[in-house]
């Protein structure tokens, strides 16, 4: 089992900046991915952005420029950084972590960013 621990989220005016954490513990393989997904009452859960242990990246294209994914594997945290925020990044974001080596996904319990004035 994996548990996840967010942290970060808040309320913030539009061009602003937050950085959200996600700390993974419990039984850890080094064959994994973390990532975050975000989801509004007005969109379906999409994903933001997601990296590997080897530190590959993914976006998707509205945060490209925008927001930067990184991970610390000694502390299995995964970070989002965001910047230039806008009102349509308005969502719960939800940290999430892929156990390639046992095919389970890992989800955790979300925390919310409000962008607005």
């Known amino acids: 089992q994996v548990q996840l621990v967010e942290s970060g989220g808040g309320l913030v005016e539009p061009g602003g900046s937050l950085r959200l954490s996600c700390v993974a513990s419990?039984?850890?393989?080094?064959?994994?991915?973390m990532g975050w997904y975000r989801q509004s009452p007005v969109k379906e859960r999409e994903l933001v952005a997601d990296?590997?242990?080897?530190?590959?990246?993914n976006y998707v294209d509205s945060v490209k420029g925008r927001f930067t994914i990184s991970r610390d594997n000694a502390k299995n945290t995964v970070y989002l950084q965001m910047n230039s925020l806008k009102p349509e990044d308005t969502a719960v974001y939800y940290c999430?972590?892929?156990?390639?080596?046992?095919?389970?996904?890992?989800w955790g319990q979300g925390t919310q960013v409000t962008v607005s004035s």
């Open positions: 999430r972590f892929v156990d390639w080596s046992r095919s389970t996904i890992y």
């Open positions: 419990g039984t850890i393989f080094s064959h994994n991915a």
């Open positions: 990296i590997t242990t080897g530190g590959s990246t």
